[in-house]
């Protein structure tokens, strides 16, 4: 249409060390960080020595492969995961690449606890209060929903959430033949029960309506 002649540019030099907030929540730090692991940058050679230069093939590769694949959430935690598991060779480089962009090394698609500014999800504990939404530029967005992972114990569980605002529950996880997490139930307040096979991972989303600040309490029932 016509407005395809619109746009607009930006640069990725120089690299963003001093990100407001650096980490995986920063659009400047995530895209920079992409560039250097599969493009060279025209910069000087201290600048080109911290790039992998690891090409559109390993890019392709992982976009199409674990990345899309794992029952995490597609984020940059599972790309870099990936990438990893592709090209084990490098990731002493990645590591140290990462540390620059304000990330501790990544092994878990999920991403871990000790990320900054917060943890992409909550682990699953039996009883636990979950600030179900944040606001305010501080948050990054990052507490409109919050992500619970949820490990199958080979039982039944059932997740119920205690919060005014009465929000919706969202289940992910495998479903046979189809790659990356799939939406196996959605309600309000509770979900469940469900069969949680041992060792395999769920996503539970918890969404609560309006613009307030909600605090709700996660409670997971065993059968």
């Not at 090394?105 to 909550?122: C, K, M, R, V, W």
């Not at 490990?151 to 005014?164: F, H, K, N, Q, S």
């Amino acid at each position: 249409g016509p407005q395809q002649a619109q746009g607009f540019s930006f640069t990725l030099l120089p690299r963003p060390w001093a990100a407001p907030v650096p980490g995986y929540a920063s659009e400047r730090a995530v895209h920079s960080l992409l560039f250097d692991l599969f493009g060279r940058r025209e910069a000087a050679a201290a600048d080109e020595a911290a790039e992998l230069q690891l090409g559109m093939g390993a890019l392709f590769d992982v976009l199409h492969g674990a990345h899309a694949q794992e029952l995490a959430f597609t984020s940059l935690f599972s790309f870099i995961a990936g990438l990893k598991q592709l090209r084990p060779q490098a990731s002493p480089a990645v590591d140290a690449l990462c540390a620059a962009y304000g990330l501790v090394p990544i092994d878990d698609p999920f991403g871990g606890s000790a990320i900054a500014p917060s943890p992409l999800y909550a682990e699953w504990a039996s009883s636990h209060s979950l600030l179900a939404r944040r606001d305010g530029a501080e948050a990054l967005a990052l507490g409109r929903r919050r992500f619970v992972r949820i490990r199958g114990t080979g039982g039944r569980l059932r997740a119920t959430v205690d919060c005014l605002q009465a929000p919706q529950l969202s289940l992910y996880g495998r479903r046979e033949g189809t790659p990356g997490p799939s939406l196996l139930a959605r309600a309000r307040q509770h979900v469940g029960p469900w069969l949680a096979y041992a060792g395999e991972d769920y996503t539970l989303t918890i969404a609560t309506p309006g613009d307030a600040e909600a605090t709700c309490v996660l409670h997971m029932h065993s059968f």
